[in-house]
């Protein structure tokens, strides 16, 4: 088997974009070794996707074959799927996937990884989920007395990686949002990346602390939408690697006057009246919502 510390491999599961009737579904091996010179050798990256599956619903589960792709910067292996089933709250549809590193037709190493097919991006500065238009609502852990699987409406702020969460948000359906350290390595923060990329409640990362030139890997988890995160004092000059602008609002006006201008989406956040449920987190970004009606609609309204 190969020595996975040795080479610092990393698997990526990614899609493509999703269409009514097919999908392509990717798996990608990276590490630190050349990966042209690693194919020209026979490695190799196979194995399948199987699914989808449901907790909440019956399913009829069917295998696709992962075929590698060729030569290039990393070791790509694609499935092909018809009729792919995208994942939301309602209905939270996921994929098994077994992939296999084959070196002069023998296994060398394997993983076993899920992955969940969301259709949720930005078309034209605005949230998209289902190719309609989306305003979210939601709340940091620290206005919540418990951390439980959101409401299909709203989603949950995360302060850093809490797997055994996203892990149940993913299997029973409930948005999560991660926020994250800007101020870590390029390595650890492209580690918190891929980790939330693991799970398909957890659509997007917010990166706090940044500075002004910082560039963030979002590369490693392509289909993980990356937002950053503005003071109420900063100006709101977003980052080329930013598909998101997470604001703070203390004073309505000012928010407005500073994010006018702002190419990509605004989610705006304000201090929450304290830890509470779920009801008392909606009446809060319902009066948030209020309060900057007079503006314009933004992308979304998190108490924090």
């Not at 092909?80 to 709250?89: E, K, N, R, T």
């Not at 259709?119 to 007395?145: T, Y």
């Not at 980052?239 to 407005?256: G, L, N, T």
């Amino acid at each position: 088997m190969i020595d996975t510390a040795e080479h610092d491999l990393h698997l990526d599961l990614f899609h493509g974009q999703l269409h009514r009737s097919h999908a392509d579904v990717y798996a990608r091996l990276s590490g630190t070794f050349d990966a042209a010179v690693a194919w020209n050798d026979g490695w190799r990256l196979e194995g399948y996707l199987e699914g989808p599956r449901s907790e909440n619903s019956r399913t009829l589960p069917a295998q696709f074959r992962l075929q590698d792709m060729g030569a290039g910067e990393s070791l790509l292996a694609r499935a092909h799927l018809p009729d792919p089933c995208s994942w939301g709250p309602g209905l939270p549809l996921l994929y098994d996937v077994h992939v296999q590193l084959h070196v002069d037709g023998l296994p060398a190493w394997e993983a076993d990884q899920v992955i969940g097919l969301r259709q949720l991006g930005v078309v034209k500065g605005r949230l998209q989920l289902e190719n309609q238009p989306w305003s979210l609502m939601g709340a940091h852990q620290s206005q919540l007395h418990e951390l439980i699987v959101p409401p299909a409406d709203q989603v949950l702020l995360l302060e850093g990686i809490q797997l055994p969460l996203m892990e149940q948000c993913s299997e029973q359906g409930g948005w999560l949002l991660t926020a994250v350290d800007g101020t870590a390595s390029d390595a650890a923060l492209a580690a918190v990346l891929r980790d939330c990329a693991r799970w398909a409640a957890n659509w997007g990362v917010v990166v706090r602390d940044l500075s002004p030139d910082r560039k963030i890997p979002a590369g490693v988890a392509p289909n993980l939408l990356v937002g950053q995160w503005f003071s109420a004092a900063e100006e709101v000059e977003p980052a080329e690697w930013a598909d998101m602008a997470v604001v703070e609002v203390e004073d309505p006006e000012r928010f407005s006057e500073l994010t006018g201008g702002c190419p990509i989406p605004v989610i705006a956040t304000h201090k929450g009246p304290g830890p509470g449920d779920w009801e008392d987190a909606r009446a809060a970004c319902k009066e948030l919502r209020h309060q900057l009606a007079a503006f314009r609609q933004f992308a979304g309204y998190i108490v924090v």
